[in-house]
Every structure is written in structure tokens, then in C-alpha cells.
């Protein structure tokens, strides 16, 4: 929402924002805009305003969203009013369970490194560009295309709004349980959004993805662009790129793993089918710096390394793993996993999600509902237990690899102390 408060304020409107409470850096940033933030949700203190624009976070019952239903004031949710903004704009949606974000800002990246002053919304921080949303003036906009519903009022996944020309397909998995019965249910939403896709659009897609092809099979009616082995667009067993008809080398790029193999590539397709070169694109991305929590370094010295990340679901889990036991492959690792999404808090993923850390050396759990069964060892109720026992333990290893979708500065900054002060 503090994206789309930007892209609002840049669009010439006057905004003002709710919320229970304001955090740096977004609340900071919306100062630097002159956005005008109220914290919390008092009838006495909302504004009077054209339109109310209500976050999926709100349900009846909320005093704002009570009022606003009797009065009869006119309302939408955040994706339509954006999908409104966007509807002249010709719109590269970046979805999948997984690689949304990196994939996203990678094409951002590439897009901004040539000169184009395109608009974007993003989830998360990159190092290599200011903020998470602009609105540009380019005919392009890059948007991070996440299936959650966009309101209380419309339980249509958000990126149905936004009407994207290009449209990437990385993977498709069963999340979001809170919302979604199955993995039928997902991806009958993707096939809503496959449905608006124009003639003249393109499906990016990587062939062995199962559900991706079952999807796919359902019907379509777009320029359909795979990513695999027998394809145009493909990575070797090097992770090297090869791109229509021409090998490119991943040496030089920052970003590590097989999963961030696929998402450069996921990321130069797209911009290369909306007009740069292959080549143009990797340039550009050999300076690309990475994205915040997506195996990001937090802590080195001759010892240990502390990674964090954002993984909160097994194949993520799985994938980050992956990545840092294959560049550090003779390194001992232990991993700290919250379970901290709605479907992993509720123990929909069972045995999967341990399986998925089988790879590290240890595993530590922070389990605060209590869903793991108890032949999982290391599994702790409360942060604090969790810290101690890594406090213990760390000095028989040499990467702390961290992987939460909550706040892991909690997590990893008592662990660095420690480690400074020892």
C-alpha cells in the first residue's frame, strides 16, 4: 500500500494513509513524499476524501471500514485503483509461488540500465534502485503479480487488476492456505489472469514446471514463450545462459543458486521480448547487487558467516539451502527456520518443510504454534530459546543461514552481538 500511496501521490493526488502503526523505512519514505499518516483506525480521525482505498489487511468490522459501508462513501481496493492507473500502460506482471521479487527488480534493473524511465511496484528493497514503486513515464511498468485476494470485498487474486501484456510464470504451488483450498483454486485464478492476456502478449514460462503446463493446458491464447532445455531461452548443467542461438556467461553475476539462475533468465526473456537485446541485458545485470533478504550477507568475519533470507516455503527452504551448501560446499551449515507464513504456522506443509532442510547439518526450529511433530529436534516455542541454543552451538559451524518472512533482524542481531563480544 505504501507503493501505491507513491504512485498516487506522483499521479497528482492528494493522499493520506492508515495503519495501526508506521516503521521506517516505508514510514520515513511516505514522510519524504508529504504523505500524511494517521496511526490507527479511529472514525475520529479519518479524513474526508473522494475515494477510500481499503487494504486486504481490513475486514468487517473494522471501524473505518464500518463507517465507510454505512455513509455509503465511495470505495475500491488497492489493485483495481492501480489497475485503473495502469490501463494505457503496457504492464510486465513478474508471478509464481517463488522468485517474484528478484526476478522482478532484475527486470526493472535491465529496463532502467538503458535508459527507459519505466514505472514499477515491488515487494521488498534492492540495493541498485530507489525505492519499491514509481510511476515513470515510460509506456512499461514492472509489477510484482502476487495471486493473495485484494480485498474483503473482492477475493479475485490481485493481479487480475492489472491487465499485463507480458505476463512471467515462475513456478505455481500450493500457498497462501489461508485463502486458497488447494492447488486447484490457485490455479484457477492464474487461468482468470491467462484469460485477459491480449493476442499480442507473452506467456513466459518454464516447461518443467508440471503445474505451470497443466495450466497452460487448460487454454491460452497469447504468444507463448518457454523456458527449458529444448527451448530458445535455457540454462546448461554450467548455469550458463543460452539464448537464442547464443551462449552467455553467468561469471561476474552477484546472485547465487540455481533458483536465481532461472530468475536472470526469467528476467532477460521478459525484457528481451519487449525490445533489449540479450546482450544489453547481460550487461547490465553484472551489476546488478541483489535484493534484500534473498540470501543476503548480514555478518562475515574469518570464522562465520551470517546469511538471511527470505524462504518460508519448503521449496524455498529447499532452494536457499542448495544454493549456499553448493557455493560453500565444504562449509558446515546451520540453519535457524521460523515458521513464520499463515501456511506454514499451521502445519499445511507436514513432513515436507523438514525434509526440504535435510541438507543442512543442523536444523533449528522456531516454532511458535507448535506444529512440527515431535521427532523434529530443535524446535523451539519462543525466539529467546532459539537465540541460546544457536548462542551454544554456532562456533561448531560456519554459516548461520536464516530463513523467515517475519523480521529476522530479532533473530540474527542478539546472534551478532554475541559474536562481536565474545
Known amino acids: 500500500m505504501g507503493g501505491l500511496a507513491q504512485i498516487l501521490k506522483e499521479s497528482g493526488h492528494d493522499i493520506t494513509g492508515a495503519d495501526k502503526q508506521f516503521y521506517p523505512p516505508m514510514s520515513e519514505h511516505l514522510e519524504q513524499l508529504n504523505i500524511n499518516t494517521i496511526e490507527g483506525y479511529s472514525v475520529e480521525t479519518m479524513p474526508d476524501a473522494d475515494l477510500y482505498i481499503i487494504g486486504n489487511a481490513l475486514s468487517r468490522g473494522n471501524a473505518c471500514v464500518e463507517f465507510i459501508l454505512d455513509k455509503k462513501l465511495s470505495f475500491k481496493s488497492g489493485p483495481e485503483m492501480l489497475g485503473e492507473i495502469l490501463k494505457d500502460r ?22 532502467l540500465s538503458q535508459g527507459l524511465d519505466i514505472g514499477f511496484l515491488v515487494g521488498g528493497i534492492s540495493d541498485m534502485i530507489d525505492g519499491s514503486a514509481r510511476l515513470g513515464k515510460d509506456k512499461l511498468f514492472v509489477i510484482e503479480a502476487d495471486e493473495y485476494d485484494s480485498a474483503f470485498f473482492d477475493k479475485r487474486s490481485k493481479f487480475i487488476h492489472y491487465s499485463p501484456n507480458t505476463l512471467v510464470i515462475n513456478n505455481i504451488e500450493f500457498d497462501h492456505a489461508d485463502i486458497f483450498n488447494d492447488l486447484n483454486d490457485i490455479k484457477r485464478q492464474f487461468h482468470h489472469l491467462i484469460k485477459i492476456i491480449p493476442e499480442n502478449g507473452n506467456i513466459i514460462y518454464f516447461d518443467e514446471d508440471k503445474n505451470t503446463i497443466d495450466l497452460l493446458n487448460q487454454g491460452s491464447w497469447s504468444n507463448l ?19 537464442l542461438g547464443t551462449d552467455y556467461s553467468l561469471d561476474g553475476f ?19 521480448v519487449n525490445g533489449i537485446s540479450i546482450q ?39 532452494y536457499s539451502i ?16 521460523e515458521l513464520g507464513s ?48 544457536i548462542i551454544k552451538n554456532i562456533n561448531d559451524f560456519d554459516i548461520l543461514l536464516i530463513m523467515t518472512n517475519k523480521n529476522s533482524a530479532r533473530l540474527w542481531g542478539p546472534i551478532i552481538e554475541h559474536i562481536k563480544n565474545k
Open 90 to 111: 503496457d504492464v510486465i506482471a513478474v508471478s509464481g509461488t517463488h522468485g517474484k521479487t528478484s526476478t522482478a527488480y532484475m527486470t526493472c534493473h535491465i529496463l
Open 225 to 243: 514463450v518457454p523456458i527449458g532445455p529444448k527451448n530458445l531461452y535455457r540454462i546448461d548443467g554450467n548455469n550458463n545462459i543460452h539464448a
Open 254 to 272: 552477484e546472485m547465487f543458486g540455481a533458483h536465481n539462475t532461472k530468475n536472470i533468465l526469467a528476467a532477460i526473456t521478459a525484457a528481451n
Open 280 to 318: 544489453d541485458s547481460v550487461n547490465a545485470l553484472k551489476d546488478f547487487k541483489g535484493i534484500k533478504r534473498r540470501l543476503e550477507l548480514k555478518y562475515e568475519d574469518s570464522s562465520m558467516m551470517i546469511i538471511d533470507d527470505f524462504a518460508h516455503h519448503p521449496t524455498a527452504i529447499q
Open 322 to 337: 542448495d544454493a549456499v551448501k553448493n557455493k560453500f560446499n565444504n562449509s558446515n551449515v546451520l540453519g535457524l527456520i
Open 342 to 389: 499463515n501456511t506454514m504456522s499451521d502445519g499445511i506443509h507436514g513432513d515436507e518443510v523438514m525434509m526440504a532442510a535435510s541438507a543442512l547439518d543442523m536444523s533449528v526450529w522456531l516454532d511458535s504454534k507448535e506444529v512440527l511433530p515431535d521427532k523434529c529436534s530443535n524446535t523451539y516455542i519462543t525466539e529467546a530459546q532459539c537465540i541460546e541454543f
